[in-house]
């Protein structure tokens, strides 16, 4: 029993004795370790302070003098189109605008309410701005209104505390003088579109009143145009109220860009094709400029620039005319006999006798086909034929020399080719051969290809632009190169052709206006001056029977082509005119070609002729245009496609 308690004793634990001294150095040791904490923190936050006072002082104080300066970006004016004269082809205006930041706006609905009452806004403005609302990213304006009055302007100013995401300012936007006639010209401008802004998220994208070039020159140009942008600094309140201006940096304005183009002479070719759709070209016969690219009916890009509606859209979508397809370059059309001349050329450079007769009995067989004439011209040389637009002759002669002859001269001329211009789209057409065939269609050239396409019909396809340059070639005998920058350039040099192939085109082409031709009616009522030409009818779907296109319903009309020169005696101005379904080229195109080249030499005869025409149109190209809206203003609209100007 003892020795189980001493084991048990000897078992326990003794409790350890802790001393005063043991206390005061543990306590030392945490309060060291507490300290050093205590010390690295203030060390870390003092370096922190530092830093923020000595390197970060010039950001500190940027983002201080931000909270209380706005900076605000002021868009470029961009650079004017001017004309080769030196007259406005596009400007800027001084205006008043009013803008919406989608990323700023609270109650969408009651805004745009409020606006509409203030600015009275037409209902298809309302929609409009819904619907860009709507589509628009947070960071891209949204026009309400420009070309505001100054009591409109304020109107809206004094009523910014109510209206968050509402911005008004002062700036300038682009104008169009000549409005519709230089749409297909000059193009147009419009805000920056969402995928426009991803590409280069450069912050003058999105400043309200900065647009950028859609289309035509106005796109393909938009560096020179654009211009360097300026700012303006605000002093402001902490709820961003206005207190005083500090400093305004102005902007420098994009360069200004000379064209080639008379904008008067454009201007009167773009009236005077009237109620038709078709278009006007006109070179320089010795440089190349282009004096005149006219393509009507167009849409006005002021509409476009200002944010078009759904009604106008909707007006331009429904017309038949095609006003969103520029003619003169993109329009393709079987050149018909204005491609004669070409084909003479290229007979006597293949050893036909101009002199050399044949006989016209109202046709031409090839096997058990009889290919028609437009009439029994009897016996015919060179320049009567084209004078009178045999197409016996040119079945005949085409044969013998092969289209493959043929094709080359086409091609030297122009046709079928493509031009370094600065405009977004062009169509080179088509100057087809046996080659040429047998890539597309794996098929072999046929005696009735040649046939065909020897008076211009069949495979061969041209834009008015090719014809007017080709017109422009066979005058001056040059082989001028297009332009429509207005800059200085070497002398063209002699096409491959003799003088004396030329002159014997050159007086068939006379002969059609001056003599006994297909074109007599629209000789130049001007002394000393006369225009040599070549009318063209092209079909647009083959007609069995005696209809051939001249009647039923339009889209289904011949095409009238009409390509000329003048003065006669020493070429200066090449042209070509195209009407869509004229149904002829005499008909149609040449009394349009006669007028436009009598304005170039007598603008008071032209004038009286045209002034009078459009009384009978119902007013010029503004007036019908306007009488044409409001007639569209009555119908229901359906909501337009995305927004053309993105």
């Known amino acids: 029993m003892r020795a189980a308690r001493q084991l048990a004793i000897g078992n326990m634990k003794v409790e350890k004795q802790v001393t005063s001294g043991q206390l005061d150095f543990a306590f030392t040791r945490r309060a060291a370790f507490v300290g050093g904490v205590q010390a690295a923190i203030g060390l870390t936050v003092a370096a922190r302070m530092s830093y923020i006072a000595v390197a970060d002082n010039e950001k500190y104080k940027l983002l201080a003098e931000s909270n209380r300066v706005n900076l605000t970006i002021i868009p470029p004016r961009r650079g004017w189109f001017i004309d080769r004269f030196g007259k406005p082809i596009a400007t800027n205006r001084a205006d008043f605008r009013v803008d919406i930041i989608p990323d700023r706006l609270a109650k969408k609905d009651e805004t745009v309410q409020t606006l509409a009452e203030l600015l009275a806004l037409s209902t298809d403005d309302v929609d409009r701005i819904h619907r860009e609302l709507k589509n628009a990213q947070g960071f891209q304006p949204v026009q309400v209104a420009d070309g505001l009055d100054y009591d409109k302007f304020a109107a809206v100013s004094v009523r910014l505390p109510d209206l968050p995401g509402v911005s008004p300012r002062q700036g300038y936007s682009r104008f169009y003088p000549s409005g519709a006639a230089v749409g297909h010209l000059i193009g147009y401008v419009g805000t920056v579109s969402a995928e426009e802004y991803q590409k280069n998220k450069k912050p003058l994208l999105i400043t309200p009143g900065f647009k950028v070039g859609k289309d035509g020159l106005e796109k393909t140009l938009e560096d020179r145009l654009q211009g360097e942008p300026g ?197 080179y057409g088509t100057v087809p051969d046996s080659a040429w065939k047998m890539r597309k269609y794996d098929q072999k050239w046929t005696e009735s290809d040649t046939l065909n396409a020897v008076i211009g019909q069949g495979y061969i396809i041209a834009s008015p632009f090719q014809l007017g340059l080709m017109a422009a070639r066979i005058a001056s005998g040059l082989n001028i190169q297009p332009e429509i920058l207005l800059q200085k350039r070497a002398a063209a040099k002699p096409l491959s052709f003799p003088k004396a192939h030329l002159d014997v085109v050159r007086e068939g082409m006379n002969l059609v206006v001056n003599g006994a031709g297909t074109a007599v009616r629209s000789r130049l009522m001007l002394d000393n001056i006369a225009m040599a030409g070549k009318t063209g009818t092209a079909q647009v779907r083959r007609i069995s029977g005696s209809q051939r296109g001249q009647s039923g319903a339009w889209k289904y009309r011949d095409h009238g082509l009409f390509v000329c020169f003048a003065p006669v005696d020493q070429p200066r101005y090449g042209a070509a005119v195209v009407i869509e379904h004229g149904m002829g080229g005499a008909r149609a195109a040449a009394p349009i070609a006669k007028d436009v080249l009598t304005f170039i030499y007598d603008r008071a005869q032209a004038m009286a002729s045209l002034e009078a025409l459009e009384a009978g149109w119902g007013g010029n190209i503004e007036q019908r245009m306007a009488a044409k809206y409001a007639m569209f203003q009555n119908q229901p609209a359906p909501p337009p496609p995305l927004d053309p100007t993105a």
Not at 325 to 333: R, T
Not at 384 to 397: L, Q, R
Request: glycine share 10%; hydrophobic share 35%; aromatic share 8%.
């Open 231 to 427: 700012a303006k600094r605000t002093e402001v309140t902490a709820r961003g109220k206005i207190v005083r201006e500090l400093t305004t940096r102005p902007d420098t304005p994009g360069k200004p860009v000379q064209l080639t183009i008379d904008i008067d002479l454009h201007n009167y070719a773009a009236r005077r094709l009237g109620l038709e759709s078709g278009s006007v070209v006109i070179f320089d016969c010795l440089t190349g400029d282009i004096i005149t690219m006219a393509s009507m009916p167009c849409y006005d890009p002021n509409s476009f620039s200002d944010g078009i509606g759904r009604v106008e859209w909707k007006m331009l979508n429904s017309d038949d005319h095609i006003p969103m397809l520029n003619k003169a370059l993109q329009g393709l059309y079987p050149p018909g006999s204005t491609l004669k001349p070409v084909a003479g050329l290229a007979m006597l450079r293949h050893g036909v006798d101009p002199e050399e007769i044949v006989i016209c009995n109202g046709g031409y067989r090839l096997g058990n086909r009889v290919f028609k004439c437009l009439g029994r011209h009897g016996p015919v040389n060179m320049t009567t034929a084209i004078m009178k637009s045999c197409n016996t002759y040119f079945y005949s002669m085409g044969r013998r020399i092969g289209y493959d002859n043929i094709a080359p001269v086409a091609r030297e001329l122009g046709l079928g080719q493509e031009f370094p211009l600065p405009f977004p789209s062009q169509r």
